[in-house]
């Protein structure tokens, strides 16, 4: 695909594949095949719906990552990320749409793999990660918290 190849109506697969690291790095950042139909399947299901829904643009802080950049970055090794198993993105809302909004649209009305308020307050994420399979989606929602200087996971 090129950078300005289309996903979705609202989305390019340069916004896919960006990454900050992987320029400065050097890292090649391109999914296969595989990875780019699992990319699809969640750009066509999640990104496109929650950006229809709110009408206003779905900032991503991250989507793919090649293996490479996801080791770079200290990224989970089974992290859908890469998308071996399903692919995942991070998001943030953006002209007065919040993070929560996201997260409680996403959680209210789509099938999802994973749903985790990231970081952030009670109130108001610091930003919404959430994965989809093309199958066999747990419609998980985790809440990924700090205690004590530890990264800590609990089910909502």
Same mark, same amino acid.
């Given at each position: 695909m090129k950078p300005? !190849?289309? *996903?979705? &109506?609202? *989305?390019?697969?340069?916004?896919?594949? &960006? $990454? !900050?690291?992987?320029i400065r790095r050097g890292i090649a950042n391109e999914p296969n095949d595989e990875q780019l139909y699992a990319i699809k399947i969640l750009a066509e299901h999640i990104f496109q719906p929650v950006r229809d829904y709110f009408?206003?643009? #779905?900032?991503?802080?991250s989507f793919f990552r090649s293996l490479t950049l996801n080791k770079r970055i200290g990224g989970s090794k089974t992290s859908q990320h890469c998308a071996n198993n399903g692919a995942a993105m991070d998001i943030r809302g953006s002209n007065g749409v919040s993070n929560a909004d996201l997260f409680n649209y996403i959680r209210e009305n789509l099938e999802f793999d994973q749903l985790i308020w990231e970081f952030g307050t009670d109130r108001e994420p610091k930003w919404v990660h #959430? $994965? *989809?399979? $093309? $199958?066999?989606?747990?419609?998980?929602?985790?809440?990924l918290y700090k205690e004590n200087g530890h990264t800590k996971t609990k089910v909502l």
């Open positions: 300005e !190849d289309k *996903l979705t &109506h609202n *989305l390019t697969y340069e916004e896919v594949i &960006h $990454s !900050d690291t992987a009408g206003v643009p #779905v900032l991503i802080n #959430v $994965s *989809l399979k $093309s $199958s066999r989606n747990r419609g998980q929602v985790l809440r």
